[in-house]
Every structure is written in C-alpha cells, then in structure tokens.
C-alpha cells in the first residue's frame, strides 16, 4: 500500500507510527497497529529492526497476532518464535489455522520446527503431521482442517445455529459441504441457500449433490485450473474413500498460481526454480541455479560454430552474407520463443493437449506464413534503401537480397513449427514444458536457421 493510500484508509501515516514508536508513546502506538489490516502489520513489521519487530508483535491483540504471523517470511516467524515463551508459541500455533502452521514449518529450521511441535496440543500436532505426510504440491499439503460440515437432516435453521456456535474457528463459512455419519461427503450448500430458504426446511431439500471435489494427492496445479474452470471459492478434499478430509479455499490458490507462473516463469529463462524470494537468495545459490542452463546452452551453441566453419569457403567466396547472420538468428529465435509461450500458457491453462498437436501446427503455419511473408518483404525493401543505397555496401545484389529473404520466410515457419511441438511432445512425455521455452528452443532454430541460410546461399548464389 502506498503511503497516500496508507494515510487516507487508517487516519494516519506511516511516519506517525515510526514517531509513536521511537519516542516510546506505546499506548497510542498499540492503538495504531491494531488498526491496521493483518497484511498491513506484517509488512510494517518487516521494515524494522529485529529487536523492534518483537516488541511490536508483542503489543498485538491476541486474536490479530496470529494472523499476522502468517503474513511474515519465515526468517522473522523464526525470530518471533525464538524470543517467545512456550507459552507464547503454543498460542501462536493454535490460533493458525493448520495449513498455515504447516506453510511455516516446511520454511524452518528442524529444532525450530521441533520446538513448535512440542508446544502445540496433541490434536493440533496430530494435524500437522498429517498434512506433513502429504506428497509436495499435492492437493493434501495445501488443504485445511478448519471448515463446516452439515448433517443433510439438519433444517435450515439448526443449520444456522450450528454455524453461529462453530463458525468462528472455520476458514470460511460461505460454502458448506454434507456429509454422512461416515464423513462421506454428500452435497453442498452455501450460506445464500441457507439465507433464502424458510427455518424448517431440511438441507436435503436444498443441498446441491454434484459436488466438484478433488483427492489428497491430486496436483496442486490440476485443482488451481479446476478453481479457474468452475468459478469456485473452496473444494473439498477427500480421501480414497471419499471421506471429508479437508477444504482447499481460493487464498491458498492465488498462492499455488503465483509459485507456478513464478517457476514458469524461472524454467522459461533457463534458471533452476527457487521458492525463496530475490534478496533471501544468496549469491552463491543464484549462481547454482543458473551455471546449469548456461552451462548446457553454452555447449549445445557448439553444433552453431560446427556448421558455420563447414560453411567458411561459401562465407569467404560472399563476404557481405555473414552481416545477416545475428538478424536471421535473432528473429528466427524470436518466432520460436512466441510459439514456445503461447502454447506453453495454453497447455497450463488446459486449452490445448498433445491430440491438438496437428491443429496447433496447422494454425502455426499460416501464422508463420504471413509473419515470414511480412518480415521478409520489409527486409527486402530495408536491405537495397539502407544497406545498399543509403550505406554504399555494393556487395548486395538482388539475388544476395532474395537469399536473406527466402532464408527468413523459410526460418520463420521452421521456427514456430519448433516452438509449438516440442512443448507438446515434452507434456506428453511427462516433462514440464516450461523447460522448452526461449533458451532451448532458440539454440535448435539457431542451427536450423544457419543450415537454411548456407542452403540457399548455395544453391542461388553458386557457392560453397
């Protein structure tokens, strides 16, 4: 939040907190930070000095308190815990809800971690653990405990009053799923069905039965597109035997979105994922998670140096084609990169699968076609007004200008037909498409493009 925002949504300033604070007036500092929102806190608190951001945690409401600790990294979660009393952690612990407290003892250290365990309640330990157990990215490890089930003999109005005895210690009251004595899950009903039916009514009568639901170990990324598909704001989670095991709620899916258009994002750019933010990274592990991909990229740049050295009689014997080499490379590496993306997002968001693969091609190919068609006659244009006229490089001549042109439709089409399929294939193999984005796919167009090019140069212009 910025400050203009800041001050116009609390009444007060940022820099008023700082001064409350710095000349100890911790009454009226107490009154500003439980005013803020829980994201609000946890951000204020990450500006301060160590020994600050315990002395203000401190000053937060009991019920505010855990909240906000959810908000904070883990390297100041470990800080807090550190400087509380057992008793102190046990409180903390207990007010999160399990998926939370899970996110955060996966974040740190073993003994911290051990620590918490220790002073949390058996059932709350018995919760954790569980959620411990589950596969990583899987549906179970992002699902949480605190939700609502009705009985489907229940009425409208014992419904209500259950939800008001019971309500405050859910995740969210706005969905509510049915089950049976068994805890098979039956139905759903929402709090608007409940609001607009008459009290006697029974939940039977008003309960949806087709519920879209999701199994523990089910992809965190299939359950994030199945909340995109159907509009949800939670899904139940059940076990083999379709027993209500937990909820997943849309938060913890904007999260689950964010890592993997993040890893995406990483795998595209040829670096090794890291769940940890920019600064948390050190140098050292920056660079481990880069030197792989430069490394193989760096080699796999050989096969480019292999095929330009076979071609040095034909570059020697026509000079003036070795200055249209970086831009037949780089555009030809561009087209690929676009096609890589596109049907990289595609294939994430579930528009496209591998038995698309041929209508993916065939609409690939004519948008080449009219991409090459139109690079190539405006480069036909650019290279005899700028390169021949205006720059007096009389070493281009029209059939020179035709083999760069050819070249450049040829390599284009070539191009988005690589970029397209190779993520398809790699899907369809069980390897994360991301991994064939720009760089890798730039380096195979790379060779292709040099091949075409000495190709036509040697069959137009009689050399090599």
């Not at 880069?290 to 076979?310: C, E, K, Q, Y």
């Not at 035709?402 to 690589?418: D, E, G, M, P, R």
Request: glycine fraction near 4%; charged fraction near 25%; aromatic fraction near 8%.
């Amino acid at each position: 939040m910025n400050r203009e925002s800041f001050i116009e949504t609390y009444g007060f300033s940022i820099e008023d907190m700082d001064e409350q604070l710095k000349n100890k007036r911790y009454r009226r500092f107490r009154e500003m930070i439980n005013d803020l929102n829980e994201a609000d806190t946890a951000e204020y608190i990450e500006d301060q000095r160590p020994d600050a951001r315990i002395l203000i945690f401190r000053m937060l409401h009991k019920d505010q308190a855990a909240d906000v600790f959810a908000f904070l990294p883990p390297e100041i979660q470990e800080e807090i815990i550190n400087a509380s009393t057992d008793v102190e952690v046990k409180s903390i612990i207990e007010e999160l809800y399990v998926d939370d407290a899970v996110d955060m003892m996966e974040e740190l250290p073993a003994t911290v971690v051990k620590r918490i365990l220790k002073t949390a309640t058996p059932e709350t330990r018995k919760q954790i653990n569980q959620f411990l157990n589950y596969p990583d990215d899987s549906a179970g490890s992002i699902m949480t405990a605190e939700y609502l089930a009705l009985k489907k003999e229940m009425s409208v109005e014992q419904s209500l009053n259950y939800i008001r005895l019971h309500g405050e210690d859910s995740e969210t009251i706005y969905v509510l799923y049915v089950t049976d004595a068994k805890r098979r899950l039956e139905g759903v009903v929402t709090i608007k069905d409940l609001v607009m039916n008459p009290y006697p009514m029974k939940i039977a009568d008003i309960m949806d039965d087709n519920v879209i639901r999701c199994m523990t170990t089910d992809d965190q990324e299939e359950v994030a597109t199945m909340f995109t598909h159907y509009d949800l704001l939670s899904m139940p989670v059940v076990d083999q035997e379709s027993r209500l095991v937990g909820i997943v709620t849309v938060d913890d899916i904007v999260d689950v979105m964010e890592d993997e258009a993040t890893e995406d994002i990483e795998k595209m750019a040829a670096i090794l994922p890291t769940e940890k933010e920019y600064f948390q990274v050190s140098v050292f592990d920056t660079w481990k998670s880069r030197i792989p991909w430069l490394m193989l990229l760096m080699v796999s740049a050989t096969f480019t140096g292999i095929i330009i050295n076979n071609f040095e009689t034909a570059l020697a014997a026509c000079v003036v084609l070795t200055g249209f080499i970086p831009m037949l490379m780089d555009t030809s590496g561009n087209c690929g990169s676009q096609a890589s993306v596109t049907i990289i997002r595609a294939l994430s968001l579930g528009d496209v699968e591998f038995k698309d693969l041929l209508r993916v091609i065939w609409k690939e190919i004519r948008v080449a076609f009219f991409c090459g068609v139109s690079l190539a006659a405006v480069n036909f244009v650019k290279i005899f007004l700028v390169d021949r006229m205006l720059l007096g490089n009389a070493g281009i001549t029209f059939m020179v200008d035709l083999v760069v042109c050819l070249t450049l439709l040829v390599t284009v089409i070539c191009a988005k037909l690589v970029g397209c399929s190779l993520p398809m294939v790699a899907d369809k193999l069980g390897f994360d498409p991301a991994v064939m984005a720009s760089p890798f796919i730039t380096t195979i167009v790379d060779a292709v493009s040099l091949l075409i090019y000495f190709g036509f140069a040697t069959m137009l212009l009689g050399i090599g």
